[in-house]
């Protein structure tokens, strides 16, 4: 952390962390040019909020999304991809759709700087359950599962709701470049 022209600045330590990031429109434009699957972001709007993993020696942001999505929670083939906050009542990790995340591209969301209270508090209450151990280990353990299975198998029958790992960090390691 470091203040640059009176503003406070944030330095994201690369490592496993459940603290929230958002994604850049250029990350998700880039992915979403070639895989149909990356979630929207909304003009950096609430959107692509998400915590970021350490798959498999890779660092990816998994998104956050809304409880009101009912096919995440009643379609067998959705909830394999994704981990309910609080059997779904304060939304869903994307896990399915994680993304892998370019530093540059990637910032951290202050809570405590959300004006909408309403928004505030259920980051709070999503953070508070993302925190603690036994939920951690099940996060990351379907992570790395939902990672090996997809990433050399076009054909495994969940390839169709989820992002394409390879191709993503192919694009990935280009902007690095």
């Known amino acids: 952390m470091g203040v640059k022209n009176g503003i406070m600045e944030y330095k994201i330590k690369f490592r496993d962390t459940l603290h929230f990031y958002t994604v850049s429109n250029k990350l998700i434009e880039a992915f979403k040019a070639v895989d149909s699957n990356v979630c929207d972001n909304y003009n950096e709007r609430r959107a692509h909020i998400g915590i970021i993993l350490k798959v ?17 929670k009643e379609n067998a083939k959705y909830k394999r991809i994704v981990y309910p906050i609080e059997n779904g009542e304060l939304g869903f990790i994307r896990i399915g759709n994680m993304i892998p995340i ?34 951690i280990h099940k996060i990351r353990a379907q992570a790395n599962k939902l990672y090996e299975k997809r990433l050399n198998n076009d054909r495994y029958f969940l390839a169709d709701i989820m992002c394409n790992f390879k191709l993503l960090e192919e694009i990935c390691s280009k902007m690095i470049e």
């Open 102 to 135: 370019v530093e540059s591209e990637v910032s951290p969301v202050i809570i405590a700087n959300i004006e909408n209270i309403k928004y505030k508090n259920l980051l709070i209450n999503q953070y508070s359950f993302l925190r603690k151990t036994e939920n």
């Open 56 to 72: 498999h020696n890779k660092m990816y942001l998994a998104p956050l999304t809304s409880n009101n999505k009912k096919y995440l």
